[in-house]
């Protein structure tokens, strides 16, 4: 399902992604003209761009209701300010071929600009919101709603709180976008990265494999335990011993009485880091019974999340299922099948990372995965009709000759913030104007004719019931207003 992008040859000068297994397979070719389909990305047409504009007025509305407010970073970053920040998806990142200048790399994600964007201008207060897109040689899923070109919606809180407060009011926020679009069931997994750097110390994990361990731990989503434990063992070097035992502890989920648990278990109450991400767990969870969302959230040992960055609380958005059909649900090749829709985390040192004395800023944030929910929406609205423009009255005339009318009247209905428009005819027929008001759901026609000129007044028409009243011009706006207000 790739995307055909034509791209007109103005100039002799190109830039290309310099990762030669991404390259663009070219599928037409004309003098002045390259048809290049691109993996991984996709056109929108006006129904996608509204149910999106759908999905983002409801994401940034939750946003300000919170108090955030927005910025915006460049969408290419130094190479340098990307890398060791991802892990073993630090691959994934998009490097610009070397012009003879600065090593520049498209954003993998919004944090670590936000992060730079921080240390730069010297903030260290903030609760921001960031809508843009980022960039990644994923192996994309178009069913799945995995691209390399996708929208991230971030909401972070920067700043020194007391503990699990802000975090808290991150889980709400995912809590509330999500019932809001009604994706169907979900779950909001939790874990801390000190209890899963306490829990391998306590399995016998060496320390220089604590990363790539949590890395391969993060994969339980995708692959088996069989799996993950083979790669464990066979790929990274770790004992069987140690792998089982972390099998056991990953195999862990609950709320606050599993936190109460672990901290009397024999091995992770040894460990003062796990004990200090088990006691945050539990206030964690005595702040979402305030907000009311426990219903929705498991503390789960599995959950790793792979970033470098991240130094606290972890957690993440997993849809059950989708409120779709039965094939669906079932992941087929041709339905939706998504999975993860939201996550993010605790990163208190990352800030540090940009600021030239090591300055930290305590951050917590959440990011959704907008292209995800979106082939949701669009599965679910498939048969849906959807409005693609915000019309509420077309201009139309009756007779022959009226089209300096319809256009001083449009203009009037134009200078008072009415949504109008008029056919580009100058004698169109009126069962086209009408029929154009249907298919394109325009709820109000007003009508011009010989004989509402000569009365002073204009025929409203509410294309649904096809009820027809007579406004004199000076009414008109007004009952116009009232009637799609009412709509």
Known sequence: MCTCRVLLLLSKRFYFFSNSNQQARLTHESP???????????????????????????????????????????????????????????????????????LLSLRY???????????????????????????????????????????QCDFDIAGQYDAMIPDAECLKIVHEILSELELGDFRIKVNDRRILDGMFAACGVPDDKFRTICSTVDKLDKMSWEDVKNEMVNEKGLSEQAADLIGEFVSMQGGRDLAERLLQNPRLSQNKLACSGLSDVKLLFSYLELFQVTDKVVFDLSLARGLDYYTGLIYE???????LSGDTLNGAEDSVSVGSVAGGGRYDGLVGMFDPKGRKVPCVGVSFGIERIFTIMEQK????????????????????????????????LWKAGIKAE????????????????EESGIPLVAILGEQELKDGVVKLRVVATREEVDFSRADLIREIRRRTSEA
């Not at 958005?317 to 409120?323: E, I, K, M, P, S």
């Open 32 to 102: 002045g003209c390259v048809c290049v389909c691109v993996c991984g990305t996709r056109d929108y047409n006006p129904k996608q761009m509204a149910i999106r504009e759908k999905v983002f007025n409801t994401v940034v509305a939750c946003f300000k209701r919170h108090g955030a407010e927005t910025i915006d970073t460049p969408v290419f970053e130094l190479k340098e300010t990307l890398t060791g920040k991802y892990g073993e998806d630090s691959k994934l990142i998009y490097d610009l071929k070397d012009q003879g200048g600065e």
């Open 317 to 323: 958005a997993v849809l059950t299922q989708a409120g």
């Open 381 to 412: 609205s498939s048969a849906d009709k959807v409005r693609t423009t915000e019309v509420q009255v077309l201009v139309a005339s009756a007779q022959k000759n009226l089209l300096e009318e319809r256009l001083k009247l449009v203009t009037d």
């Open 422 to 437: 008029v056919m580009y005819k100058k004698n169109p027929k009126l069962l086209s104007q009408l029929q154009h008001c």
């Open 109 to 151: 994600d919004l944090t670590v600009p936000f992060a730079r964007y921080l240390a730069m201008n010297k903030i260290t207060n903030i609760k921001r919101y960031h809508i843009a897109k980022v960039y990644r040689r994923d192996n994309p899923s178009m069913t799945r709603g995995r691209y390399r070109e996708f929208y």
